[in-house]
């Protein structure tokens, strides 16, 4: 398997501009994270799902930030419009239900730059 | 609250030593798995090691191995023989509940091996 794919892996974009960072999970797996990391506040969940449909996006920071999941490869992560402050790496994730574990296998993120 | 404490922000080891990192939790929930990921300067995300909180054994992977302290509501990962490729941030978290919701994670501890 391929693991989780996550496009672009760096983005570097001016304040005020659209971003969309996008995801595809592994195959079979049926829970999607999107989680955010900077260094003053770590790692954090941003909105999750399951089956395509969002469970808790409490994470999500305003409402510039919006995520969708049409179909069950598929996730994009939509900042409009973006600001300095978001630049962070975002991390998309994947889980199955039916593992024992349950845990989650992380893509390689997106490294995105507002300036 | 859910949370999870990493108070180690650096530790030092030499190749072929053992070397502990700590973690506690907090969590009332009786049912909760707790995981620690390796995240090297590549940034990528790794996933180690997991323990359930109805087993009764210590998880163990390799070199990895968990120590599981439930009354003291502990998690501490020993790396066993040291590599120079050890050297990472090293991040505790922790699944509350039902699977597949998201995960908790502490503020990480960088390890750095030398030789």
């Known amino acids: 398997d391929a693991g989780v794919i996550q496009s672009p892996r760096h983005e570097v974009t001016e304040m005020g501009q659209e971003v969309t960072l996008r995801c595809k999970p592994i195959s079979g797996h049926d829970y999607l994270f999107w989680y955010r990391q900077t260094m003053m506040r770590g790692l954090e969940l941003l909105i999750y799902f399951n089956n395509n449909v969002p469970i808790d996006d409490s994470g999500m920071p305003e409402d510039r930030f919006s995520a969708k999941m049409p179909n069950a490869s598929f996730s994009t992560l939509k900042i409009q419009p973006s600001e300095p402050r978001d630049s962070a790496v975002y991390f998309c994730?994947?889980?199955?239900?039916?593992?024992?574990?349950?845990?989650?296998?992380f893509g390689p993120g997106t490294r995105l730059t507002v300036t | 609250a859910q949370k999870i404490t990493q108070t180690q922000p650096g530790m030092f080891v030499q190749e072929k030593e053992a070397v502990t990192l700590d973690c506690t939790y907090d969590t009332s929930d009786p049912s909760y798995g707790l995981f620690w990921y390796k995240q090297p300067s590549s940034g990528e995300m790794i996933f180690l090691i997991y323990?359930?909180?109805?087993?009764?054994q210590n998880a163990t992977e390799g070199r990895y191995s968990l120590n599981f302290q439930k009354a003291r509501k502990s998690a501490n990962l020993v790396i066993s023989a040291s590599q120079l490729g050890d050297s990472a941030m090293y991040f505790c978290a922790m699944r509350v509940n039902q699977a597949g919701t998201a995960l908790i994670f502490g503020k990480g501890t960088t390890l750095s091996v030398s030789s």
């Open positions: 994730a994947s889980s199955a239900y039916r593992d024992r574990d349950h845990e989650q296998y």
């Open positions: 323990q359930g909180s109805y087993d009764q």
